[in-house]
């Protein structure tokens, strides 16, 4: 039970985080709206309160002093520079690994936890040193104005108007509780206004018509009476008018306007804070400086109606629609419905097709209409996995932080079309890609920054990742712009692990793509942070799993790109159904270039059993497939159609297949559980007959096939030659 | 066949009899709990995996899903079954992933008292103690109780 609780806790933490990570990284971009700042604290606050309920004590430690700090910030008693946004960037960083060590285990860096605690602690004044529990207020202003309620506390007489909504109630907030901690802080006395309740017939049970005016005297500073209602903000109205500090806080409201820029001459909010304060006066930020109105309403509101406003202006951002959050499993059955649906589709046009009827067209202007509403269906469903890349571009933004902070060199992260919609498991099987790309960019791109001036680049390398749709499919390109591929290096390299011939002349891409080849990476040494001996083909071949392709291209002393295109979605692609071996089979659309059909003038032998297609004057290696995949043929007969298909490397190879029947849409069911990894096959899919056909795998079934493997490392040597 | 109702509550519990179906393979009679079996289908044929080894004949289509059917006889070291429309596949349940077992043709559903099951005597050929549980004898005749998680756990460790 417990165990579920925290799971939904580390799920709101990574959406907190996510949040605190967007928001410091608007403020790092020049943006110092306070709603942004009050996004980022209640973000942390959040995390600290859930951490404190399940006993995460270091996390608690840590969010707190991320927080204290923040509130500082919050407050306007310290200025934002550019060191302390890196500190908070970097501390994001670190709560990230926090909530990841709480979640599943392992260890922090101890060094690096010290060091940010240290950092932090230099920024927090010194009576915030204890560790309490102590829940901070939400709104702005009221935190200006406490600069005027200084350490010495005098006794201060506040008017609070509190009168709960509906839905306070129906979340199980209690106001007797709320009032027993105003109690706690000195005297209170409460009036209960029942104007508002309606005679007896008319009553509605849910309904909340009570309201209270409590007059506190108390020593304790307004933030204090403030935090009471934290919980129930945006569900009650309220109004807390403190004797004194109406002033003060237009004064400060004055500065606070001024100092982000002005706030809207026009009276009117801009938004309404939500329904919800419908009769509290309009935040304060919202109101023109100076704080125009005798009845001093903008005090009186505090900064409380802020939060919801703050709110708004988040969801807005991130869209304003509600959400719903649904178990992935549902989303899945529901994708594998659609699927069958769309291969019932089919079998069904088939099946009319085979109707000895003389007049079928009603019939198929039917199945037509059938078909657009599958393949609408499908797209919706499609559409609900599909997820903007943003989250994974932020996570992208903290690598390279870490990278940077890592190599001591400056860089950073540009995104663009981070609300790119890419299915949710490319997504997620992007991340470790991308990462190992952008530490490269780092690691081996940006040069340092002495070195930068050098060359009259600016100090700060700059690294840009995007995200576009592009016909179909999604395209993600990392560009730096740093020093460029090292070619002579990298052949260097190459030749000494063996992977081309030392005399070998290789084009500047193929040498580029060398940085693709299995078991090289350049750099000299394993360093922490890129090389870990892996290199980019492990980057190559992710992106492969997911049906894409990469890219690299690069200019001396400009930078490099690197290219991913991805299929848009994972269950779906474009085949085209061949048969090989009396067996029905798919390859995928796009690793083909072109198809032909083969006559005996094209093959010529080349030894014993090489075979080679010429095609328009240039001759490229034959590859069975049928022979690939150990599938007997029943008759002798050669195979009559040729798919030509290019590998990563450029390589053109001819795959040799019986016939083409069609092209087509296939829905992919993975192997997976079914058997364990075929060589040549990438997964299967149902036909419209209902007959399972597999869907190849080019790029396995070239490797497979050792006459082509043989004459792949053949033309490597007579290139070198 | 009937229980003897004994005075024990214990051995009442063990008198209870479970259903088994019985099925050929390669001449041999061999059965399963009824409660492992999901469906048994006509034999259709199958998608040939490549690579494959000689006792997993292929994928099928098993309402949407992609399932593998895996020649019992084979399997057991027999003859391979020769596949014909007359032939059966049963579908059981392996970890939740349905599996389709090519038999000769399905017997009977037989009830069985736990207590008649005989330990699998024992033989040369260390395949047939793991994937037979025990037997028993029906109507004169000797059936196999299948280890239904060996046989089919198997294969993944092949492929």
Redesign the interface.
Known sequence: MSGSIQDTFFEECEELLEATDEGLSAIEGGDHNPEVVNAVFRAVHSIKGGAGAFGLDELVAFAHRFETVFDEVRANRMELDEPLIQLLLRSCDHLYNLVAVARDGGETDQAHHDMLIEALDKYIPEEEEDLTFEPMGLGGPMDVSAIDIPAAPTEETYQIHFRPLKDMYSTGNEPIFLFQALQEMGELSIELDVMELPGFDSIDPEESYLSWNLTLVTTEARSTVEAVFEFVEGLCELSIEGAGDAEADAAALAALEAAFGGAPADPTPVSEPAAMVEETPAAPFEQPAPAPTPEAKPEASGGKPAAPKAENAKSEQRGPNPTLRVDLERVDRLINAVGELIINHSMLAQQIANLDVADVRDVETELEGFKNLARDIQEGVMSIRAQPVKPLFQRMARIVREASSATGKTCKLVTEGENTEVDKTVIERLADPLTHILRNAVDHGIEKPEDREGTNKDRVGEIRLTASHRSGSVCIEVKDDGAGVNRPRVKQIAIEKGLIPENAELTDSEIDNLLFAPGFSTAKEVSNLSGRGVGMDVVKNAVTGLGGRINISSSPGKGSTFTIILPLTLAVMDGMVVSVADQTMVVPITSIVETMRGNDDMINNLGADGTLLSIRGSFVPICDVAGALGLEKKDDQPPGVYLLVETETGQRSALAVDDIHDQRQVVIKSLDGVCGEIAGVAAATILGDGKIAMILDPESILATSPAVGAFDTERRMSNAS | MQAEVKSNDQEVKHAQFSEFVSFTVAGQAFCLKITQIREIRRWS????????PSD?LG???L??????IYDLSARFGLETTEASERNVVIVVSSAG?PVGLLAESVSEIISINPEEIQETPPVDSRNTKEYIQGIISHDETMVRIINLDAVISV??QV?
């Open positions: 044929p199958v998608t040939i995996l490549p690579h494959a997993v994928v099928m289509n309402r949407g899903a992609v399932i593998p992933k294969p993944e492929l």
